[in-house]
């Protein structure tokens, strides 16, 4: 048991990238909540600006190329140990602001209008998706567990495994 939580333990600190490597909600929370406040200029009554997106060190993709890695360096020899999907990174698509209002609600959702892989360029007040009328609520972005209920009215797109 102690070489399982050990090998986990590299495999989350061998992932780090620009974000924390835990996957738990509440660092997934701090990261949603915190990204904006590394050196980015704010300017007070515009609209957040990003660029690039970033790559996500959460998939299961990422965790399954550094648990290889380890294997590959010898770090671990544990190789019957598997990384799988805990979370789902999705984005919700509320079509008005009664859905909107019912995301909101969801006390298990940590809710971001940013997609976590953006980057920041310019940090204004307020983020609404360009591609979307002004009339629509922009689109919100969580992490859910896998066994997490969607609402059935509001339609949703699952971004990651996590």
Known sequence: MFVLTTSSALVYTSCKKDLSTSTNESTLQQNFSSRNSN??????????????NKENPYTVENMTAAWQSLLIQGI???????VYTTHYYVKFKPKNSGEY???QQDSTLFLSDLPIESTVILNGDYYHDPSLPDSVPTYQYTAVPVNYQFPESIAYEILANL
């Open 39 to 52: 050196g980015v200029p704010f300017q007070e009554g515009v609209n957040t600006v990003l660029g690039d």
């Open 76 to 82: 671990s020899t544990n190789a019957e140990t598997s």
């Open 101 to 103: 209002e019912q995301l």
